[in-house]
């Protein structure tokens, strides 16, 4: 599986220098043979494997307001050992949000690394972001235990200050802007 986790990262297309660099630390992570899949909560090991997806329904994004970062972000969830991330993705889709999700592009978009803030802050998240396709007219049924609650937001109102600190490269990745 980490083979496969490798090539997934190798797929993402850098944005910009930070991205660049984030690919080649976790590429090196990756092959450095430590485990890289949460063991146990919070935070062991340290530095773990994220598959976050965006829902996405045209120029409008779906963010949880997550209880534990406190901050509104794409949903995701921790990669289980043995699996892919892109299991993941569709597993927590499932679970978080009640929805068969799928995929809006062929491969991962997005790649970062970041350190945890809110309740459970103090480790490292490598996240693979992905994208799922989206419709604003369906009603979510959403994990409560772990949101407050589920919102659209247009690209140009995403609430930057109170997300995900890579919120505005991913939106300008995404749209191309």
Known sequence: MRAEIRNEVEMIQALDELEHESKLDVLAWIDSGVEICRLKKPDIPPKHLISY?????GEYVLLVDHINAELWLPTGGHVEPGEHPRTTALREAKEELSIDGEFLHDGPLFLTITETVGKTAGHTD???WYTLKGDRSNQFVFDDTEFHSVCWFHKDEVPLGRTDKHME????KLYHQ
């Open 169 to 172: 490269r991913f939106l300008k």
């Open 53 to 57: 997806f965006a829902v996405v329904d």
């Open 126 to 128: 490598v996240s693979i």
